[in-house]
Antibody, heavy 119, light 107 residues
Framework: QLQLRESGPGLVKPSETLSLTCTVS??????????WGWIRQPPGKGLDWIGT???????FYNPSLKSRVTISADTSKNQFSLKVTSVSAADTAVYYC???????????WGQGTLVTVSS | DIQMTQSPSSLSASIGDRVTITCRAS??????LAWYQQKPEKAPRSLIY???TLQSGVPSRFSGTTSGTDFTLTISSLQPEDFATYYC?????????FGGGTKVEIK
């Protein structure tokens, strides 16, 4: 059974870089045809797609964040990661990772990790 | 960007009620729509993809239908475990976008 788990600092200072890792178990991120994504949810608000890494290596980012976001994979560790630069309080959110196949919804999701941006 | 307008934003219903949630896309998304359920402090769970295909393990009381750019999630007989927030999401084109959510509460 595929499982995803987010990890990383829960507190980041304004203007610094947010870095999170999604560790995948029960399957390989190198398996062809899958999309590995990051989604976030500010406290009390809805879901926002951040970006996606396809197994081919292609990346797709939300234009609202594009200049600040990088998603990459470490196949040796079966992980993919998210970096968001120059963070502000607006980046405070629960961050989720998830997998999507072509034509299918995000499933499964990680359990989520809260990142607070504060000095 | 494709805007997903979800309605209502909240509703109150009783056990056994039939509940309908609607999501309207700002343009054609070719049926590439998903519905998710989210309970407090939990990650979203996929219910339906491709507008009407039930995810494995999802009870058959959940169903999805399409009419042009309007998509509907129906719960045929609301159960206690169905009280949650529901989101639609289009995945026809980037950026992927979600509806604003519908909170289903107990009447």
């Amino acid at each position: 059974q595929l499982q995803l788990r987010e990890s990383g600092p829960g507190l980041v200072k304004p203007s610094e870089t947010l870095s999170l890792t999604c560790t995948v178990s029960g399957g390989s991120i190198s398996s062809g045809g899958y999309y590995w994504g990051w989604i976030r949810q500010p406290p009390g608000k809805g879901l926002d797609w951040i970006g996606t890494l396809h197994s081919s290596g292609s990346t797709f980012y939300n234009p609202s964040l594009k200049s600040r976001v990088t998603i990459s994979a470490d196949t040796s560790k079966n992980q993919f990661s998210l970096k968001v630069t120059s963070v502000s309080a607006a980046d405070t959110a629960v961050y989720y990772c998830g997998r999507r196949a072509y034509g299918i919804a995000f499933d499964p999701w990680g359990q989520g990790t809260l990142v607070t941006v504060s000095s | 960007d494709i805007q997903m307008t979800q309605s209502p934003s909240s509703l109150s219903a009783s056990i056994g009620d039939r509940v309908t949630i609607t999501c309207r896309a700002s343009q054609d998304i070719a049926g590439w729509l998903a519905w998710y359920q989210q309970k407090p402090e939990k990650a979203p769970r996929s219910l339906i993809y491709a507008a009407s295909t039930l995810q494995s393990g999802v009870p058959s009381r959940f169903s999805g239908t399409t009419s042009g750019t309007d998509f509907t999630l129906t719960i045929s007989s609301l159960q206690p475990e169905d009280f949650a927030t529901y989101y639609c999401q289009q995945y026809n084109s980037y950026p992927l976008t979600f509806g604003g959510g519908t909170k289903v509460e107990i009447k």
